[in-house]
């Protein structure tokens, strides 16, 4: 019996882990501190609770995860891991290379002696790690950090940019400029990873019309904004909590959180600008609303925000909005859309397989960057290379080798992504194709034509 399936219906299953509490470089005024917790997050938050029952242990949070997906009927063949808490970067690097190692040792059930061999064995595990994510700030990415996160085997990076206007960036203390954080996605982009993008309208300082323009300069600069494109955003409204910086600017009067009203009308008035190759995770974070003190409790925004959009005739076309689950897909019915934009100093194409509905049956991330951004000596495997950043087929997740009716994953939309692909990368001038593997997929890759490089996975066009 599978008790909850929308939790692995995108076909992989998701494994938070929270580092140990740690403080953090920055002083951003908004965000909460619990000395029991990595910085900006809350002992009774999800996810959080289940990191402090397992004293920050990254083996038994990633075991006792994988039990009760097991005991609820969940596969738990393809994992996407994702370590939370404030900073990554900020961590010192044998903590991250031992978190790392334990999460796979985990995933393995086994331990190894070194990251490198806990890789290798994730390569034909049960649990396969299908994808790394940590978060870090933009002013901590630089070439060295990229490679190094290479190593770890990280493929996608979260990211605070929460405001594209200086003054309040400065005004909440971020303490990093909108170039910093342009700058730091251009690498990121430059390198493959996947771009996860927070931001938050109403801090302090903003009015719901400086959040509409400011939402638009995430985007193409087609659209009037700084090419940043994220390939995943979530909207973190911010939220007053006891405790902060901020909270004090509320009691002298110096600051107002919108009503649940204002944020609805706000969020519906930015999510019809969102390009169809961004997803939208979030549009409110999952405080408790106890914690709350005023302005927007509802935790259940999502739904209020689709609701007007139905209201005024508007639609969302993120990919969130359009991803198939659950139906079942007749692949002869399937289009395969090419869309290209502009992204600071590449050429991105969001190849898609869409249902004649406008579903979202699977997509590739393809990036044919202009020049190249990255050291020689660090990214060797990229001299020369198109770069794919992320292929994504949904369907229930099926155990490997398991075959089901109408499932998007196994009716080779991958392969048939892949050789579209490595087509207009050559058209284009590459002579290689990298990929940025996640170490559990990387015979997936081989089976395609992919060797193992030193940091990617490459195919000679
Ligand atoms: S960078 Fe993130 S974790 Fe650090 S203080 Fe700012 S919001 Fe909190």
């Given at each position: 019996m599978r008790r909850k399936p929308v939790r692995t219906l995108s076909g992989v299953t998701t494994v938070t882990v929270l580092t140990k509490p740690y403080p953090c470089p920055a002083h951003c005024i908004f965000c909460p501190t619990d000395v029991r917790m990595p910085k900006s997050y809350l002992p009774d938050e999800p996810g959080a609770a289940r990191a402090f029952q397992n004293a920050f242990d990254p083996f038994r949070q990633v075991e006792s995860r994988i039990t009760s997906y097991e005991a609820v009927g969940h596969p738990t063949d393809k994992i996407e891991l994702l370590i939370l808490g404030g900073t990554w970067s900020a961590y010192r690097r044998d903590y991250q290379e031992e978190f790392v190692r334990r999460c796979f040792d985990a995933m393995n059930g086994r331990p190894a002696d070194t990251l490198d061999e806990a890789h290798a064995w994730n390569e034909d595990s049960e649990h396969r790690n299908v994808g790394l994510v940590v978060e870090t700030r933009p002013d901590e990415i630089n070439p060295t950090e990229l490679a190094w996160l290479r190593r770890l085997g990280v493929t996608k990076v979260q990211m605070g940019v929460q405001s594209l206007d200086d003054a309040i960036l400065a005004l909440n203390q971020r303490g990093h400029t909108t170039a910093q954080a342009a700058a730091a996605v251009e690498l990121l982009r430059a390198a493959g990873f996947k771009i996860v993008l927070h931001w938050m309208p109403n801090l302090l300082g903003a009015t719901p019309q400086s959040d509409r323009a400011d939402f638009l300069r995430l985007w193409e600069a087609a659209k009037g904004g700084l090419g940043l494109c994220p390939d995943e955003i979530k909207i973190y409204p911010t939220q007053l909590l006891e405790g902060t910086e901020l909270y004090r600017f509320w009691e002298r009067g110096e600051y107002r959180p919108y009503d649940t009203e204002t944020l609805t009308r706000l969020l519906a008035d930015v999510?019809?600008?969102?390009?169809?190759?961004?997803?939208?995770?979030?549009?409110?974070?999952?405080?408790?609303?106890?914690?709350?003190?005023?302005g927007n409790k509802r935790t259940s925004l999502r739904q209020d925000v689709l609701a007007e959009l139905e209201r005024r005739g508007q639609r969302c076309q993120c990919i969130r909005c359009r991803e198939v689950g659950a139906i079942a897909v007749n692949p002869e019915h399937l289009e395969l859309e090419e869309l290209r934009y502009a992204a600071g100093a590449a050429e991105e194409v969001f190849l898609s397989f869409v249902t004649p509905?406008?579903?979202?049956a699977g997509y590739l991330r393809l990036s044919l960057p202009h020049?190249?951004?990255?050291p020689a000596d660090l990214f060797a495997d990229l001299q020369g290379a198109a770069i794919i950043r992320e292929v994504h087929v949904y369907g229930q997740s099926l155990g490997v080798g398991q075959a089901q009716r109408g499932a998007a994953q196994h009716i080779g939309l991958g392969t048939q992504l892949l050789d579209r692909a490595a087509e207009l990368a050559r058209q284009a001038g590459f002579r290689r194709l990298a990929v940025i593997a996640a170490v559990g997929t990387r015979a997936y890759y081989r089976a395609r034509g992919f060797d193992t490089g030193d940091l990617y996975m490459l195919r000679e066009l």
């Open positions: 999510k019809p600008e969102i390009p169809r190759y961004c997803r939208v995770n979030r549009v409110i974070r999952d405080i408790p609303s106890t914690h709350v003190v005023e509905s406008d579903r979202l020049s190249m951004r990255l």
